[in-house]
């Protein structure tokens, strides 16, 4: 443990960002999955464009957050979309 007050004060406040941050990955990666497996099930494309928003929401909002690289986020959100596509297609 840190002995300086400030130091002592940043160890606190690095603990509570990760905390925040791991919140935040396990919400982003509950999102995806949940359009993963949507279209695993055969959902509606209705459904699937409401979750694919959603999702696409949270990896935005993550990379404004810095949680994910831009470019780490656009490359989730554009694979994410081309399986939507796929799976609307295909009924």
């Keep these: 443990m ?28 509950t999102a995806v ?20 928003k959603s999702a696409e929401v949270k990896l935005s909002r993550a990379k404004g957050k810095g949680l994910l690289h831009a470019k780490t986020a656009s490359r989730k959100i554009s694979r994410l979309a081309k399986k939507v596509v796929g799976a609307s297609t295909k009924k």
Aim: hydrophobic share 35%; charged share 40%.
């Design 33 to 52: 999955k949940k359009v993963l497996t949507a279209i695993e099930s055969g959902a509606t494309s209705d459904k699937l464009k409401e979750l694919m």
């Design 2 to 29: 840190a002995n300086i007050k400030s130091a002592q004060k940043r160890v606190r406040q690095a603990d509570k960002r990760r905390k925040i941050n791991l919140a935040r990955k396990t919400d982003l990666k």
